[in-house]
């Protein structure tokens, strides 16, 4: 809430932002996720979703992995679509980006 508010210059009466803001938001893209837990959340889990998950301990170590045709390619080994389908969501958008 609080890099939200700054980002957008609402942290002071004219809302405007500073060079900093302008200087993060001309070099970098966020990407704001509101909730990665909304099935748990509205069970009043606070760290695990419906299927029983610590979302927490669900991100996994990462491995570089290159194939046979010498393509190299990023595998997870701890989040899958059945048990942690929020995890796995984000890291393989994180990986388009």
Same mark, same amino acid.
């Given at each position: +809430?609080?890099?939200?508010?700054?980002?957008?210059?609402?942290?002071?009466?004219?809302?405007?932002?500073?060079?900093?803001?302008?200087?993060?938001?001309?070099?970098?893209?966020?990407?704001?996720?509101?909730?990665?837990?909304?099935?748990?959340?509205?069970?009043?889990?606070?760290?695990?979703?419906?299927?029983?998950?610590?979302?927490?301990?669900?991100?996994?170590?990462?491995?570089?992995?290159?194939? +046979?045709?010498?393509?190299?390619?990023?595998?997870?080994?701890?989040?899958?679509?059945?048990?942690?389908? +929020?995890?796995?969501?984000?890291?393989?958008?994180?990986?388009?980006?």
């Amino acid at each position: +809430e609080g890099l939200l508010t700054r980002l957008l210059g609402l942290d002071n009466a004219a809302h405007d932002v500073d060079g900093l803001v302008h200087d993060l938001c001309r070099n970098y893209t966020f990407y704001i996720l509101p909730n990665m837990n909304p099935d748990g959340a509205v069970a009043g889990y606070l760290r695990t979703n419906a299927a029983g998950a610590n979302l927490n301990r669900e991100w996994a170590n990462a491995e570089q992995v290159i194939d +046979e045709q010498g393509t190299s390619r990023v595998v997870y080994e701890a989040p899958t679509w059945e048990r942690s389908p +929020e995890v796995a969501c984000v890291l393989q958008k994180m990986d388009e980006v």
